[in-house]
């Protein structure tokens, strides 16, 4: 297991409370979702909206070992939306899906308990 992901691993260091604003992390609707063929590891092709500030954003994340495309249409889910867009195989992803790794590794998105306006930042 990457250490990331190890729930035995220490705390990362210390960052000043600035450098945490430096990340915009927000909250988003999935409007869309597809399995990505081809990627190395199951994963699903996301297009989130981001509300009126941002707009909607690709992204692709390793979430099909626990998701379907259909399930994932409508709820809200957590995403760094300032990271550069990166290319994914044959796909470009502009946002960073957030999640936890469960006891087998596999992705449970990071999502608020309660329905939030599309685009409120994290804080």
Do not use: C, W
């Amino acid at each position: 297991m990457h250490r990331d992901h190890d729930p035995a691993a220490p705390a990362a260091e210390q960052v000043s409370f600035d450098d945490f604003l430096k990340v915009d992390i927000r909250v988003g609707t999935i409007v869309a979702a597809e399995v990505y063929e081809g990627a190395r590891k199951p994963s699903l092709k996301l297009r989130i909206d981001f509300g009126p500030g941002i707009g909607e954003r690709k992204s692709v994340g390793q979430v099909a070992a626990l998701y379907t495309p259909e399930e994932l249409i409508g709820p809200q889910v957590a995403a760094v939306v300032n990271f550069p867009a990166r290319q994914i195989g044959k796909a470009l992803s502009e946002a960073l899906t957030l999640g936890f790794a469960d006891e087998e590794g596999r992705v449970v998105l990071f999502a608020p308990d309660s329905r939030v306006p599309d685009g409120s930042r994290l804080f």
